[in-house]
Each structure stands twice: as C-alpha cells, then as structure tokens.
C-alpha cells in the first residue's frame, strides 16, 4: 500500500518566532497523526524542527542545490538540511521553475543528489493555464516527468513523492475538478510504469496541489491516483491544516 501524505508549504511567509508559533500549533492538533510533513522557509528550520521533536510530523525543505559544498553563494546544500533534522525536499515547483528559470535537467540533478542524502524528493510537474486550453496538459507533464526523471535508477524512483501541480490553480482560488486532477495523476503513474515499471509506479505517492482547502480534500485524496496533498496557503492555518489532514481517508 502507498504512503499516504499531507504536506504543507509555508513558502516565503513567517519569520522565526511565527513559524516556532505555528509549529506549536500543529504539535498540538497533529502530533500522533502520521504521513504529515511541513516545509518552512530556510531560516525557521531549526526552530520548527526543534518544536515537532519526538511527533509524527517530518520536517522538510522548500528547495535545495545539487552540489554538496562550495562557492555556490546564496545556495542550500542537502547535508545542511539532513543536519537540521530535514526528511523531505521539495523540488521543482511550479514558482522555482516560472521566477527562478529552473528546468527539468536541473530538477532531474537536485533529485539525485537529495535521493542520495537520504532526503525524500518531493518532484513538482505542472501545466500552465496555456497548456491546459490548447489540449497539451498530457505533453507538458511526459516532458516535466522524463526531463526530472531521466536515467535514476529503480531504486530512486521508488523513494520520491510526485506532486502534480496545475499552475493555473496555485494560489488562484481555482482547483482542477477531481476527475481532472484523478486523470492526471492517473497519467502519471502510466509514465512511471512505463518507464520504471508497474511495480515501481504502484509504490510512489502521487500528490495533488493547488487551492487545497479542508472544504475540498477529502474529495481530491478520494481518487483512486491520489495519495495525498500539497498544501500552500491553507497550511498557515494550523485549524485548517490540522482538518485537511484528518480528512485522508
């Protein structure tokens, strides 16, 4: 059976003392729950995993580089986040690909190098608005998932989360329907079984993101493809975030 999982990206919001707050918050409402992972900006790292120590709650990063040391200014390496107490990465979402010119080669080099670290990649694949109107959603996800994914062995495949992220609906208020997000995870698992192999696909979380709320989330992690969620805004709330994860089913 496939992991079920619930992760939340503060992204760029919450200084120290806020996310520390927050994490409190969540130790309270989610400390026992499992499958429940948080992703705070870089400088509340230490903070938030000093407050979720000995729950259920995984601490994870938004981003990292793929070089492990050097003259790499501004940069994150993986082992600085395993110190840290990290277990997840996200990789490759949708704004580090549109304001930060990241690609699929070098989305494809963080997940190896994060696989290799001990660092469980969460792999971001997503349409733009543009794509979805002229029918191309199918070519634009066969090309994130064979650029990011290219040449990783059996083993790695098996150890990453998907996360499948309409662009058009992060952040907008819009969601894809459940069918529609159902039948492109339900793509991207024949991608992955086609490439590495059913056995393979069967054991790699597929996660939804996009305007996830408590209102919605048990219907999205109700498709047959749809192990979990990624949860951006809605996971500032603690209340909000706490319910979205009491509805997996």
């Not at 733009?128 to 994914?149: K, N």
């Not at 408590?214 to 706490?242: H, P, T």
Request: charged share 20%; hydrophobic share 45%; net charge negative.
């Amino acid at each position: 059976m496939r992991a079920r999982l619930v992760a939340g990206n503060w992204k760029m919001n919450l200084g120290v003392s806020e996310s520390a707050a927050l994490a409190r918050a969540l130790r309270e409402n989610l400390g026992g729950t499992p499958g429940v992972v948080v992703c705070p900006p870089f400088t509340a790292l230490a903070a938030v995993g000093a407050e979720l120590r000995g729950t259920n709650i995984a601490l994870g990063a938004q981003n990292m580089y793929w070089e492990e040391r050097g003259a790499f200014t501004g940069e994150v390496a993986p082992g600085m986040l395993t110190d840290l107490g990290c277990r997840y990465v996200i990789l490759g979402h949708s704004e580090r690909r549109q304001f930060f010119g990241e690609t699929d080669a070098g989305v494809r080099q963080k997940t190896m190098t994060a696989a290799r670290h001990g660092l469980t990649p969460v792999v971001c694949v997503g349409e733009l608005l543009v794509h979805r109107e002229a029918g191309r959603t199918e070519d634009v996800i066969r090309e994130q998932v064979a650029g990011g994914l290219s040449g990783l062995a059996v083993e790695t495949v098996e150890g990453l989360v998907v996360a499948y992220e309409p662009v058009w609906a992060i952040g907008t208020g819009r969601t894809a329907t459940d069918a529609d997000a159902q039948e492109v995870c339900r793509f991207i698992r024949g991608l992955l079984a086609d490439r590495y192999g059913t056995g393979a696909a069967d054991r790699v979380p597929i996660l939804y993101g996009g305007s996830v709320k408590a209102a919605n989330a048990a219907a999205i992690m109700g498709q047959a493809d749809i192990d979990g969620v990624l949860v951006g805004g809605a996971s500032l709330s603690a209340s909000e975030f706490a319910a979205i994860a009491h509805a997996v089913p």
